[in-house]
């Protein structure tokens, strides 16, 4: 394909974005799309396609560590980093989103929404909270520690003093389990009920605490532990 016809192709993918977003959009294609931002000439499709092929799917290569990405050819550091920015603005924008317009934290399905952008792809556990005022709306939101792989750094103490200086009224937690399943472990449920203690002291309520893993997710107030 020469020059001109890799410009042309690129047109044609803009304009399809243009016309109806992503709809219709093979994985590869939404992917295509994002490299033509990082890469300002040549052929990204065949990129693209083995992306996906090394990760598994359009999500998994924007999860991926930047170290991984960057050892696929044609990638390397410079584009990997470009890529991985790509996920951390979905982060940004859920979070910035929730605190700036002080969204409602109302159903399920939009609290797992933005956990899974804010922690989902770590490749360590994360301890996550999200403050709360008497609307239920997001004061703020916070990583609060980062543990290994099998145990993320929990202290009461430091989640009370930070719930006080966002004057929270109530908090959700959450944390990852990289590679692992959506169950807590003894872990779990003991510093949950050590934090829920704490919290009560100075009267704050813990709605939940939620843990992701992969495409699941535990509730522990629908487990009836919170």
Not at 164 to 169: D, E, P, V
Not at 185 to 193: F, K, M, N, V
């Amino acid at each position: 394909m020469t020059a001109e016809q890799h410009k042309g192709h690129r047109e044609r993918l803009r304009e399809r974005f243009e016309k109806g977003g992503f709809g219709g959009f093979h994985d590869y294609e939404v992917l295509e799309m994002l490299l033509t931002f990082i890469f300002r000439q040549g052929d990204v499709k065949p990129l693209a396609k083995e992306l996906i092929k090394t990760f598994g799917s359009f999500s998994k290569v924007l999860d991926a560590p930047v170290e991984e990405l960057q050892n696929v050819s044609g990638m390397g550091k410079v584009s990997a980093l470009s890529l991985h920015a790509f996920r951390e603005v979905l982060a940004y924008y859920f979070q910035n989103h929730a605190t700036t317009d002080k969204a409602q934290i109302t159903k399920m399905s939009a609290l797992i929404e933005m956990l899974r952008a804010s922690i989902g792809h770590k490749q360590n556990e994360i301890l996550f909270a999200i403050f709360l005022n008497a609307k239920n709306e997001v004061l703020a939101t916070k990583e609060l520690g980062e543990g290994t792989l099998s145990q993320a750094s929990a202290f009461p103490r430091k989640i009370v003093e930070e719930a006080l200086k966002q004057k929270a009224t109530s908090l959700i937690l959450a944390h990852n389990h990289p590679g692992g399943i959506a169950e807590p472990s003894e872990h779990d449920e003991s510093i949950t009920a050590e934090i829920q203690k704490a919290l009560a002291l100075v009267e704050i309520s813990l709605q939940d605490h939620i843990i992701l893993a992969n495409d699941e997710y535990y509730s522990f107030k629908r487990n009836n532990l919170i």
